[in-house]
């Protein structure tokens, strides 16, 4: 079964890079999701996700939605927005944010307060999954978050400490207190709420990404 305690950050933005790389190197650009390379994604790596099989035109109202610099392919940046906004909004933390959501619900059906749904398509030999590396970046965060939902400074080292060692090595606080500042979204609360731990993860995870497409 799926141990919760293996579900840490690298290895699940690590798991997300190597399912993005799969389909983007099927045809034309390998760094780029086009139509046909994201809509097989969609089908076999998000099917627990999905309600039903979308096609059509929901399909392209999704890829649309996705496709952020319309250049008519899906890059890393836009497709790891698209899987952070989802979760963000599984996690009922956007709503009534922005109004040009809707297409990406498409790709929902998480259920905010059970995680049933996705560990139900976790199969013993299948724990890297997509869909459980998504729930697995939402179980970081809230393993540390505490009871409020949000991370303060010491809650954010920890967190670092604990999923990224070795970054930030002797300025781990000052790194820290600039994050908190730059990704302190609307509320400027000076505490990482969800969504704007899960704009430091895509910030993350691209960084990976160039430094894993580089080797
Ligand atoms: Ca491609
Ligand atoms: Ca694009
Ligand atoms: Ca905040």
Redesign the pocket.
Known sequence: MCDRKDLTLLPALSAIIQTFEKY???????????KA?LKALIQTELAPMIKEAKGGREFEELFNAMDLNKDQ?VDFLEFMSALALCTCICRGKSQNQNSSLPPLHLLLFISSSSSAPIMSGCEEESCTTLPVCIYGLAIVFKSHAGADGKLNTGELTQLLKEELPGMGGGNMQQMVSQMLTELDGKDKDGLMDFQEFMQLVTVYACVMYEMMSQE
């Not at 983007?24 to 086009?34: I, T």
């Open positions: 983007a190197s099927v045809q034309g650009d390998k760094d780029k999701l086009c390379e392919e």
